[in-house]
Structure formats: structure tokens, C-alpha cells
């Protein structure tokens, strides 16, 4: 018997997107200069029901822009995309109320009422029955930790407590889709990691389909198997995190912590292609080939306890591919 085929939730099509920016024009002072700027570039793509999925891409490289067409919020200037099966810029009533987006840089609720009020109100625009409104908040509140906030002005929490009180209000009507731009920026360790937790328990118990956009490696590794790589508004890899490393970086890092001028001179005579010294420390990268070769030659030559042989860095990772792609 066949596996039932997956729905596919989000689908776009050589999407463009161009803006024109305008600046004085010095050598005549009665026109302006006008410049065109491709933000999305022949974007295509398609998302299946219950994948979260990541953009990753330095800043002005068209991520935010992409979830902004896929949210509706603006229109391309070419190209076709389907969300929950509507145009989403055509911004139809049964579409926004599948959807939701959080920007993690604007605030959706109002400034100067206590949360709970602006839930209340939520409940109103979206027309939700009062029995699942009581018990999707509930349940998030306790997941998040946040019941003492929830009477408190928006004015008066920190950006960690307006996250998740963001993030709460954007749930509170069960969407389908949820798009997100950079949910835990300037949030410190702790509140990240609540809100990568509870974006994960959200996608896994309500098949909830999540894209979000990040600089931060640690959400993507977190939350996302799958990754949108975009740099200059062209989408440069889709797939997992396991295929961009085999594909970009299919090397091993070996690390050897150098305490004596002595092991300094050892870790000079290793016959390695890529090898450095910083403070301290030899670093040696190495095809898979070669690394057993030499990881013996280490471990013949140091303590192990000082060596440590692992993955090159994600980061390091999607930098290559950044330079590689400019």
C-alpha cells in the first residue's frame, strides 16, 4: 500500500520582487535619482503540510521580503503563489483567518493594554468560540510560563515577555500557517530556548506549518530540518542541514589544545593540507579520507584528553556558501 501523498500547504512560483529606490541627485537638483533593487529574484518553491522550515541569509538578502509575499502583505511584481490554496495578497477573509505572522521586531498587540485585553479582543475580531479560546490560552500560557504577565501592560515587559506574549496572540485562533521573522531577536538565552520549545510542542501537536526567518544558528538547528539558504535575493540551496554540511563543508575539524612550546612544536610537523594556530589552540580540517590518518598521528603525539575532533561549525558553514555566493 502507498504512503498518502503530502499535502502541499505553500507553493510559489518565480516570484520577483522589485523596489526602486530614490536618492538626491547631486548633479541635478531638480530630479531625484532612481534605482532599481531586486529583493526576491526567480524565487520557487513548495512547503507540505507540518514542515518548519527556515530562511537563513545575511541582512538585505530577500528573506523578509519572501515572507512578506507569502503572508500577503505585499504583492511580487512577477511570478504565482499559492498559500492554503489563496493568493495571499488577494487577502481574502477565509485565508487570514488560516494565517498569522510575527515580526519579531513589530508589536501586533496594543502598547498600552494588559495582555489579556488584547486577547479579548483577538477572540472578537477572529470570532473564536469562547471554550477553545479559554483553552488555547491556557494551554500556551502554562507552556510559556507567563500567566503573571498576562494583566500587565505591554509597555511594562521585556522584550522576552512580549515575545511570547506575540507569539500567544498569533495562535490564539489556530492557524494552519504561522510566519515568523526573527522571533527571538535581542532575547536572551533563556528566552530563546522557551520560545524555540514551544514552537517546536506547537508545530509537532497541531501539524501547525512554520516558516520563520533568523540570524540566530541556534533556532535553526533547533527547530528546522529543513533550510532555505537566500543570498541577493536568489535562493541558493533547499534542503537539510545534514545535506548543506556534506555538500559545502564534508570536512572533519580536529582541535588540539597546545599548553607547551614543546606540543607547538609537534603539532608543526603534522602533514596537514589545512591547518592553523590560534592562541593556543592547532586547528586542523580534513577530508573524510584523510582524517583517520590523521587523528592517529594525533593522538600518537598529544594527550586525548586535549584533543577534540568534530563537524565544522554551521555557521562556518553557511559563511562559506555567503562569500562563495557574492
Known amino acids: 500500500m502507498e504512503a498518502p501523498q503530502a499535502k502541499i500547504i505553500i507553493e510559489a512560483k ?69 498559500v492554503l490554496g489563496f493568493k495571499p495578497w488577494d487577502k481574502k477573509t477565509e485565508f487570514l483567518k488560516q494565517m498569522a ?48 504577565v498576562l494583566t500587565r501592560r505591554l509597555r511594562n515587559m521585556s522584550l522576552g515577555e512580549r515575545m511570547k506574549c506575540e507569539l500567544v496572540a498569533s495562535l490564539l485562533h489556530d492557524p494552519k500557517v504561522l510566519f515568523l521573522d526573527e522571533p527571538t531577536i535581542g532575547l536572551d538565552v533563556v528566552s530563546s530556548q522557551a520560545i524555540r520549545k514551544f514552537l517546536k510542542e506547537i508545530n509537532q501537536e497541531k501539524k501547525c506549518t512554520i516558516v520563520l526567518t533568523s540570524h540566530y544558528m541556534g533556532d535553526i538547528e533547533a527547530l528546522c530540518k529543513r533550510v532555505v539558504i537566500i543570498n541577493n535575493g536568489k535562493k541558493i540551496y533547499d534542503g537539510d542541514l545534514v545535506g548543506l554540511k556534506e555538500k559545502y563543508a564534508p570536512e572533519k575539524k580536529i582541535e588540539i589544545f597546545l599548553a607547551t612550546l614543546k606540543d607547538k612544536e609537534k603539532f608543526a610537523k603534522i602533514k596537514a593540507k589545512k591547518k ?51
Open 14 to 82: 518565480n516570484i520577483t520582487k522589485k523596489f526602486i529606490k530614490t536618492s538626491w541627485n547631486k548633479d541635478d537638483i531638480f530630479h531625484f535619482k532612481k534605482e532599481e533593487k531586486i529583493a526576491v529574484d526567480n524565487m520557487s518553491l513548495k512547503i507540505e503540510e507540518g514542515e518548519l522550515v527556515g530562511f537563513l541569509g545575511p541582512n538585505g538578502a530577500g528573506k523578509t521580503t519572501f515572507l512578506k509575499i507569502l503572508s500577503g502583505i505585499i504583492w511580487p511584481n512577477s511570478g504565482e503563489a499559492k
Open 101 to 148: 505572522i510575527v515580526m519579531g521586531q513589530k508589536n501586533q498587540l496594543w502598547w498600552d493594554l494588559p495582555a489579556i485585553d488584547s486577547y479579548n479582543l483577538l477572540r472578537e475580531v477572529y470570532a473564536i468560540d469562547p471554550k477553545k479560546f479559554k483553552k488555547n490560552l491556557d494551554n500556551m500560557v502554562d507552556i510559556l510560563d507567563m500567566r503573571e
Open 276 to 326: 592553523s594556530l590560534n592562541e593556543g589552540k592547532g586547528i586542523i580540517l580534513a577530508d573524510k579520507e584523510e582524517i583517520g590518518k590523521l587523528a592517529q598521528e594525533v593522538f600518537d603525539n598529544f594527550d586525548i584528553e586535549n584533543i577534540l575532533i568534530s563537524d565544522i561549525d554551521t555557521e562556518e558553514v553557511i559563511s562559506k556558501i555567503f562569500k562563495e555566493n557574492n
